[in-house]
Nanobody
Framework: VQLVESGGGVVQPGGSLRLSCAAS????????MTWARQAPGKGLEWVSG???????YYADSIEGRFTISRYNAKNTMYLHIDDLKPEDSAVYYC??????????????WGQGTQVTVSS
């Protein structure tokens, strides 16, 4: 199993980003997937999940600004983030599983992509 995140960077408050998670080594179309994030000094927080039917799930804390999606033909999952806030600054990880987090440590994680929101 290999998961490779990309798309992070430095963005001004109010900006947008699309993160990608390229998957290989397993049947992606059958997998449930997670986006999680870890801010400096904080635990690994579950942000969003998508199941193999395309049903989506979000943490209450993200206030409707995040959109998770998947493109099975490219074995890729996405996280689109609008209206970025400084508190969104974190390393964003993808994982295999629906509710992966620090308290629910799933088996397969990517290396993460850094998102920094700063003016």
């Amino acid at each position: 199993v290999q998961l490779v995140e990309s798309g992070g960077g430095v963005v001004q408050p109010g900006g947008s980003l699309r993160l990608s998670c390229a998957a290989s080594g397993f049947t992606f179309s059958r997998a449930t997937m997670t986006w999680a994030r870890q801010a400096p000094g904080k635990g690994l927080e579950w942000v969003s999940g998508i199941d193999n039917n395309g049903d989506t799930y979000y943490a209450d804390s993200i206030e409707g600004r995040f959109t998770i999606s998947r493109y099975n033909a490219k074995n890729t999952m996405y996280l689109h983030i609008d209206d970025l806030k400084p508190e969104d600054s974190a390393v964003y990880y993808c994982a295999v599983g629906l509710y992966c987090s620090g308290s629910n440590p799933c088996n397969h994680w990517g290396q993460g992509t850094q998102v920094t929101v700063s003016s």
